[in-house]
């Protein structure tokens, strides 16, 4: 059995030494639900498909959430961990070392060794968050169990360096169609050439100067790239239709809507369309919220904003402060050489200690 009140490196090492592929999470949550349920006391367990989630009542005015999921991407190679000792110190390799399992040991540790708590506290351990949305265990959880989603404050696990990563920026994809005339390459002047005309759109691209919005005191920087051009019919055609794709990763006091109405204006004028394929909105830092403004605290003030998209928008879109806070460096997160200090697990553990002991 998982040992939950073992130094949390150690307990990190045994839960990435579990695969837990997405969509093979059973093994997992079985032995995260086996240890909950032995190893805490004044929890309510319970397992919604392969997540598990626990909670207490213990009637304190505040209640914090801790959430983390249990799955990772395929591994390569890199099963079971291993420890080296180098430039970084102490280290654990691994796939999930960084996302996420570092941080769900945390959380376990704490759910059972913290005796104290001055905030009621409730641990989700979820699965399918790096997969498709729709598949993503805590949008189960909204549907099915919105209770248990109820907090003041709830943090993700989610790699930051042990940094306090705050909200999260939206995203939004589109497709950028210009249409042309088909004709033979060598008649030219009979055609009209979409894949010419999208020289205008990377025109307005390469001139593009993102906008960075405080928040909170987390400052947010806008981006709007291409990420995929398509067009050509053959080697020897004018090619009538052509388009790129543009992702805008934006702030998030803009909504979807309000982001879709802006990437329209940076084209306007142009003789293209534009269809929207995808989109999600950010979450607002929520700093200013007592219980979080508490933990910023508790960390001496060490926040920033959260570039990346994450599941605090979630958390925010129904009316809850949320921020990303855990060991391992975001950009390592599914790399072959997925690796940990171990130093920022145990700081990571013993800020949150202090945290939710008052």
Same mark, same amino acid.
């Given at each position: 059995?998982?040992?939950? $009140?073992?130094?949390?490196?150690?307990?990190?090492?045994?839960?990435?030494?579990?695969?837990?592929?997405? $969509?093979?999470?059973?093994? /997992?949550?079985?032995?995260?639900?086996?240890?909950?349920?032995?190893? +805490?006391?004044?929890?309510?367990?319970?397992?919604?498909?392969?997540?598990?989630?626990?909670?207490?009542?213990?009637?304190?005015?505040?209640?914090?959430?801790?959430?983390?999921?249990?799955?990772?991407?395929?591994?390569?190679?890199?099963?079971?961990?291993? %420890?080296?000792?180098?430039?970084? =110190?102490?280290?654990?390799?691994?796939?999930?070392?960084?996302?996420?399992?570092? !941080?769900?040991?945390?959380?376990?540790?704490?759910?059972? +060794?913290?005796?104290?708590?001055?905030?009621?506290?409730?641990?989700?351990?979820?699965?399918?968050?790096?997969?498709?949305?729709?598949?993503?265990?805590?949008?189960?959880?909204?549907?099915?169990?919105?209770?248990?989603?109820?907090?003041?404050?709830? /943090?993700?696990?989610?790699?930051?360096?042990?940094?306090?990563?705050?909200?999260?920026?939206?995203?939004?994809?589109?497709?950028?169609?210009?249409?042309?005339?088909?004709?033979? %390459?060598?008649?030219?002047? @009979?055609?009209?050439?979409? /894949?010419?005309?999208?020289?205008?759109?990377?025109?307005?691209?390469?001139?593009?100067?993102?906008?960075?919005?405080? /928040?909170? =005191?987390?400052?947010? $920087?806008?981006?709007?790239?291409?990420? $995929?051009?398509? !067009?050509?019919?053959?080697?020897?055609? *004018?090619?009538?239709?052509?388009?790129?794709?543009?992702?805008?990763?934006?702030?998030?006091?803009?909504?979807?809507?309000?982001?879709?109405?802006?990437?329209?204006?940076?084209?306007?004028?142009?003789?293209?369309?534009?269809?929207? +394929?995808?989109?999600?909105?950010?979450? @607002?830092?929520?700093?200013?919220?007592?219980?979080?403004?508490?933990?910023?605290?508790?960390? =001496?003030?060490?926040?920033?904003?959260?570039?990346?998209?994450?599941?605090?928008?979630?958390?925010?879109?129904?009316? *809850?402060?949320?921020?990303?806070?855990?060991?391992?460096?975001?950009?390592?997160?599914?790399?072959?050489?997925?690796?940990?200090?171990?130093?920022?697990? %145990?700081?990571?553990?013993? @800020?949150?200690? =202090?945290? @939710? %002991?008052?």
């Amino acid at each position: 059995m998982l040992d939950l $009140r073992s130094d949390p490196i150690a307990l990190t090492a045994a839960l990435v030494d579990i695969p837990s592929e997405s $969509r093979h999470e059973a093994r /997992i949550a079985d032995e995260v639900e086996a240890a909950l349920r032995a190893q +805490t006391s004044g929890f309510e367990i319970i397992r919604d498909g392969d997540a598990v989630l626990a909670r207490t009542q213990l009637g304190r005015p505040t209640r914090v959430l801790l959430a983390g999921h249990l799955d990772t991407v395929p591994p390569a190679g890199n099963l079971p961990s291993w %420890s080296s000792t180098g430039e970084e =110190g102490a280290v654990l390799h691994g796939c999930g070392t960084v996302d996420m399992k570092s !941080g769900v040991a945390v959380f376990l540790h704490l759910a059972a +060794t913290v005796t104290e708590l001055t905030h009621d506290l409730t641990c989700v351990f979820y699965d399918c968050e790096e997969i498709d949305a729709a598949a993503n265990g805590l949008g189960r959880m909204e549907r099915n169990l919105p209770d248990w989603l109820a907090a003041d404050l709830a /943090i993700l696990g989610e790699p930051t360096a042990g940094y306090i990563e705050a909200g999260c920026q939206g995203t939004l994809r589109v497709v950028v169609t210009a249409a042309g005339t088909r004709a033979h %390459s060598a008649r030219s002047w @009979l055609g009209d050439n979409a /894949i010419h005309k999208l020289g205008a759109v990377l025109d307005r691209l390469a001139a593009y100067q993102p906008r960075n919005i405080d /928040i909170d =005191g987390c400052v947010y $920087r806008e981006g709007l790239s291409a990420v $995929r051009i398509d !067009g050509g019919v053959a080697g020897n055609v *004018i090619p009538d239709a052509a388009s790129v794709t543009v992702n805008f990763r934006f702030a998030p006091d803009r909504t979807p809507e309000e982001a879709l109405t802006h990437v329209r204006e940076v084209f306007d004028g142009l003789h293209v369309t534009i269809e929207q +394929t995808d989109g999600a909105a950010g979450a @607002l830092p929520g700093l200013t919220a007592p219980a979080a403004a508490a933990l910023v605290a508790a960390a =001496g003030g060490q926040v920033r904003a959260k570039y990346g998209w994450t599941d605090v928008s979630r958390f925010a879109a129904r009316g *809850i402060p949320a921020v990303n806070y855990g060991p391992g460096d975001p950009n390592l997160a599914h790399c072959v050489d997925e690796r940990v200090p171990t130093a920022q697990i %145990s700081a990571v553990a013993e @800020l949150l200690r =202090g945290f @939710l %002991s008052g």
